[in-house]
T-cell receptor
Framework: DTAVSQTPKYLVTQMGNDKSIKCEQN?????MYWYKQDSKKFLKIMFS???????INETVPNRFSPKSPDKAHLNLHINSLELGDSAVYFC??????????????FGSGTRLTVV | GQSLEQPSEVTAVEGAIVQINCTYQ??????LSWYQQHDGGAPTFLSY????GLEETGRFSSFLSRSDSYGYLLLQELQMKDSASYFC?????????????FGSGTRLQVQP
């Protein structure tokens, strides 16, 4: 029944490791996003895909690489993890590119802690 | 560029009415959205104002004045479960962005 599901929910890892976060939506939405929420709750867009096509690639380190194998999935791979990468990462989807009238549907988040 | 300003914290008592303001600066504008996020939870969509005026959804209403670059979220008959963070957000077409930019959030504490 879950609309946007992310795995894992919690991720604790050491500096320098490589990790992936998976996201899947069963809403039939065309557009998916990755947001990062820091300790002050500031939500910042990282990437956006529309029908598997990358449409937003914000200024994030190239250690972060999104992959969209199909329009229902958007994964996030992070290389060489750093302490500053610790945050909550949210996947979201929207019915269309605008995501205004019906809003975004967010996953439950992945709390990443780098030690 | 774009920026959104909202108060960092608001406190109110159960049963009261509270208004959370949001002012924005964007090079283009395509409406104001509001999201609610409980501690440890995901943001959830509350409302969208594309045009000036008041939109009402149950106990929550949202208002937009494009000429003033200002909007607010109004919560009536406050309940304890309304304690959460509330974010305003804009999609700035002027820079060609195709994702929402969120304000820094207003933490609402409802007291008994």
């Amino acid at each position: 029944d879950t609309a946007v599901s992310q795995t894992p929910k919690y991720l604790v890892t050491q500096m320098g490791n490589d990790k992936s976060i998976k996201c899947e939506q069963n809403l039939g939405h065309d557009t998916m996003y990755w947001y990062k929420q820091d300790s002050k709750k500031f939500l910042k867009i990282m990437f956006s895909y529309n029908n598997k096509e990358l449409i937003i690639n914000e200024t994030v380190p190239n250690r972060f690489s999104p992959k969209s194998p199909d329009k229902a999935h958007l994964n996030l791979h992070i290389n060489s993890l750093e302490l500053g990468d610790s945050a909550v990462y949210f996947c979201a989807s929207s019915q269309d590119r605008e995501g205004l009238n019906y809003g975004y549907t967010f996953g439950s988040g992945t709390r990443l802690t780098v030690v | 560029g774009q920026s959104l300003e909202q108060p960092s914290e608001v406190t109110a008592v159960e049963g009261a009415i509270v208004q959370i303001n949001c002012t924005y600066q964007t090079s283009g504008f395509y409406g104001l959205s509001w999201y609610q996020q409980h501690d440890g939870g995901a943001p959830t969509f509350l409302s969208y104002n594309g045009l000036d005026g008041l939109e009402e959804t149950g106990r929550f209403s949202s208002f937009l004045s494009r000429s003033d670059s200002y909007g607010y979220l109004l919560l009536q008959e406050l309940q304890m479960k309304d304690s959460a963070s509330y974010f305003c957000a804009v999609r700035d077409l002027g820079t060609g962005r195709r994702a929402l930019t969120f304000g820094s959030g207003t933490r609402l504490q409802v007291q008994p």
